[in-house]
């Protein structure tokens, strides 16, 4: 198969890594020191499952040199995906089915409007890794993806990628109810990510102190409303889940804390942001997202005219 990761962060490498040794043909999009690294010596994920490294592939950081594909892992950061989507249309062949692996809820969404539903699969990741050099790519723990359509019955080219993404040794599981489970990210996703960046905490961190755990659980019940408003229902189990999830991954940084110590664009739109705005749409307030988006945005804009 023909595949192409759009957006080469630590999700798009990992998975692409793994593709590709699995034989399929992959081309690799990236920017900045990253592509130049990897054009020069390939990309390397080291893994406690075992270490990777291919030079075979292609890497550019331009979506002509990559002719159509069979699949494009669409890995960019939620505040690129506007501009992404529209590179894309030099690999878009008749055939051609976009898997979103991406944070937030409404990517999906945003790609299925310029390339239709039938094309488009959500998917919601759960892996720990983490781009620790240009062309090095440090995966700690996990590697699964659920994914599926946002909207329709489960069709042929998901059952494809099912058995693409599994032949591959990729975990996977093909879900009917794919926004469920994106809401269910975000349900962790919106405390942890905020409240690790602004206090610089990693999780077992915050899931040690009380103050911090109350924000989370604050924090948590706007996403439940929000949710509720899209008609998602996110039972109060799901939040003790989280925290018992959370207990298990010990000094764990969330994406967005690796986002802020790398000098990148936060996506607080993502995770906060759409919070904010559903709950305003359904008459009613967020306030501790509402805090939460506003320091960001401020220490986000502040980063900015640093670097």
Known sequence: MHIAVMGTGAVGAYFGVKLAAAGHDLVFIARGKHIEALQREG?????????????????????????GVDLILFCVKSYDTETAVELLAPMIDPGTTILSLQNGID????????????????GVVYVGAQITAPGVVTHSAGGKIIFGPSTGAVGGNAKLVERTLSAAGIPC?????????????????????????????????????????????????????????RGINLP????????????????????????????????????????????????????????????????????????
Request: proline content about 4%; charged content about 25%; hydrophobic content about 40%.
């Open 236 to 307: 109060d189990k799901l939040c003790a889940d989280a925290l018992t999830f959370s207990r298990g991954l010990g000094a764990f940084k969330p994406s967005m804390l690796q986002d802020l110590e790398a000098g990148k664009p936060l996506e607080v739109d993502a995770f906060n942001g759409v919070v904010i705005k559903l709950l305003q749409q359904a008459g009613k307030a967020a306030p501790t997202n509402q805090s939460f988006y506003a320091m960001l945005k401020y220490l986000d804009k502040r980063l900015r005219e640093e670097a």
């Open 107 to 122: 990517n999906p969404e945003k790609i299925a409007g310029r390339w239709g539903d039938e094309r488009t699969l959500a």
């Open 173 to 229: 599981e093909l879900s009917g109810d794919i926004q469920q489970v994106q809401w269910t990210k975000l349900l962790w996703n919106a405390p942890f990510c905020a409240v690790s960046c602004l206090t610089r905490a990693n999780v077992k961190q915050i899931v040690e102190s009380e103050p911090l755990t109350r924000l989370v659980l604050d924090c948590m019940s706007e996403v439940q409303a929000a949710a509720l408003s």
């Open 43 to 67: 990309l390397k994920v080291n893994s406690p499952g075992g270490n990777l490294r291919i030079t075979n592939a292609r890497f550019t950081a331009d979506t002509r040199d990559a002719g």
